[in-house]
């Protein structure tokens, strides 16, 4: 069986701020662990995954996440936000299963 | 090209009404996807199509009938649906089979309301 939670289905930051969504995730193999961004009225837009190696992933547009094994979290971080930066942001896991299961996201406001 | 495309983007129908969504991908994907997404929430997986072939239906009612006809389209036909059924439809497709490590790459969606 596999889940995701993520903590804060709202996160405000200040422009400039570092950006921290989290992200835990449950798993009976080692997973395949993704974040994913969504604009309104948008698909959704792969901003990294983890599958093996490094434990620290960049992504795109500056975002990066750490996977963390014993802590089974696979957070997302930005140094600094930007008002684009303002978006649904979705945690997902490939663990066993057969399908890709999301947590139920994270809404980025990114305040002047 | 990372591109999936998607038609309609908006679909407005009634419920006796018959219409058809298509899903189509370049990158030689061999998987492909249908999602629905209420708002606020995250996709919620319909269907699977693996080398062409069905593999995963979600216990999705038989008013939603996808089709393959080949490994770079993907269509999924409505037919007598609910307003509850109104939503954001979406295709994405993957280099791999579902359950690899492979990333989905998703279309715009189609913004579905049933009247």
């Known amino acids: 069986a596999q889940s995701v939670t993520q903590l804060g289905s709202h996160v405000s930051v200040s422009e400039g701020a570092l950006v921290l969504l989290r992200c835990n995730y449950s798993?009976?193999?080692?997973?395949?662990l993704f974040w994913y961004v969504q604009y309104p009225n948008q698909g959704l837009q792969l901003l990294l995954k983890?599958?093996?190696?490094?434990?620290l992933v960049k992504g795109i547009n500056g975002f990066e996440a750490e996977f963390k094994k014993s802590e089974t979290s696979f957070h997302l971080t930005k140094p600094s936000a930007h008002m684009s930066d303002a978006a649904e942001y979705f945690c997902?896991?490939?663990?066993?299963?057969?399908?890709?299961?999301f947590g139920t996201g994270t809404q980025l406001k990114v305040e002047l | 090209d990372t591109e999936v495309t998607q038609t309609p983007k908006h679909l407005v129908m009634g419920m006796t009404n018959k219409k058809s969504l298509k899903c189509e991908q370049h990158?030689?994907?061999?998987?492909m996807y249908w999602y629905k997404q209420k708002a606020k929430k995250p996709p919620e997986l319909m269907f699977v199509?693996?080398?062409?072939?069905?593999?995963i239906n979600e216990s999705v009612p038989s008013r939603f009938s996808p089709e393959c006809p080949n490994s770079s389209l993907l269509n999924l036909h409505l037919h007598a649906l609910q307003p509850e059924d109104s939503a954001l439809y979406l295709c994405?497709?993957?280099?791999?089979?579902?359950?690899?490590?492979?990333?989905?790459?998703f279309g715009p969606g189609t913004r579905l309301t049933v009247t």
């Open positions: 994405a497709s993957s280099q791999g089979p579902s359950g690899s490590s492979y990333e989905q790459y």
């Open positions: 798993s009976s193999v080692p997973p395949y």
């Open positions: 983890y599958t093996t190696g490094a434990t």
């Open positions: 997902a896991v490939m663990g066993g299963g057969n399908k890709l299961t």
């Open positions: 990158m030689g994907h061999r998987a």
């Open positions: 199509y693996s080398y062409e072939k069905l593999s």
